[in-house]
């Protein structure tokens, strides 16, 4: 179905860049466990994020705070071992980066030594600069994240619309030039103003994948179990729903319930 699966070459940090200059758009999807991941490869996914929404999705906490490091490890080398194309990219746990740039460097070296992941995320801009330069220092590729930032929802207090102030989206360009010109290879900008994320897109020459910004970045990416319809309590506008299989699995699990109460399961030729 896909119609960019034509080109198997791995996707690595330079060819996203590459993708950005001639204008071909970046695909990036959220996968937390090898079955997903390896569905989504094959589709021809772009990119992958082990993104600590796993937090929310795959654990069923309120928000992406709980997720631990050894949990994003275990999530991110499940992926990998899934994978051939995409390029894997691993989000830095809330706690693990924030304390100080040597803390930060240890837990990305982890992620990278124990899960294989090639790219870790990191959410913030000036306040995390130290730490941010210590990985990229380590020859560890870093994909920045401005916007809405879940990590600091107790700071913000809501899942709301960010820097339609003047102020905060003048920091937010400062921000994503800082990112760039210190060696991030990529940007994720969520839920900001259209015009905004557009602006920055321009301004900066690293790829701009939005979630909730618009059509005018680089790229896209979106929580795997919301577009797949298996997570239904979260509508955002900014989500497109591409499968409903919270009605899928009811239906077939019904199914099955169904056919074991009544002895229609097994049947003669499913049993030795
Ligand atoms: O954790 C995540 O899924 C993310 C995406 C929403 C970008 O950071």
Not at 183 to 192: M, N, P, Q, S, Y
């Amino acid at each position: 179905m896909s119609t960019y699966t034509e080109d198997q070459r791995k996707v690595t940090t330079h060819r996203l860049i590459e993708m950005k200059q001639r204008g071909e758009k970046i695909a990036m999807l959220t996968a937390y466990d090898y079955s997903m991941a390896k569905l989504i490869d094959a589709a021809g996914m772009d990119v992958i994020l082990v993104g600590d929404s796993a937090s929310n999705v795959m654990a069923g906490n309120m928000t992406t705070l709980p997720i631990t490091l050894d949990q994003m490890i275990y999530h991110a080398k499940s992926v990998i071992k899934g994978v051939k194309r995409a390029l894997v990219v691993c989000d830095l746990p809330f706690g693990s980066y924030q304390g100080n740039s040597k803390e930060a460097l240890a837990s990305a070296i982890r992620i990278m030594k124990e899960s294989h992941a090639e790219a870790v995320k990191m959410e913030g801009g000036s306040e995390i600069r130290e730490s941010i330069e210590r990985i990229l220092c380590a020859g560890i590729p870093v994909m920045g994240h401005l916007g809405l930032t879940p990590q600091s929802i107790n700071k913000f207090g809501t899942y709301s619309v960010r820097a339609r102030e003047e102020a905060e989206a003048q920091k937010l360009i400062e921000d994503a030039k800082m990112l760039e010109e210190i060696g991030c290879f990529a940007l994720v900008l969520e839920k900001i103003p259209a015009t905004l994320a557009t602006k920055v897109a321009q301004l900066v020459s690293i790829p701009v994948i939005g979630i909730g910004a618009g059509g005018g970045v680089d790229g896209q990416v979106l929580v795997m179990h919301d577009m797949l319809g298996i997570n239904k309590g979260f509508s955002p506008r900014f989500l497109r729903r591409y499968a409903d299989l919270s009605a899928i699995v009811n239906d077939a699990v019904a199914h099955y319930i169904d056919d074991v109460k009544t002895q229609d399961f097994p049947n003669e030729k499913e049993q030795y």
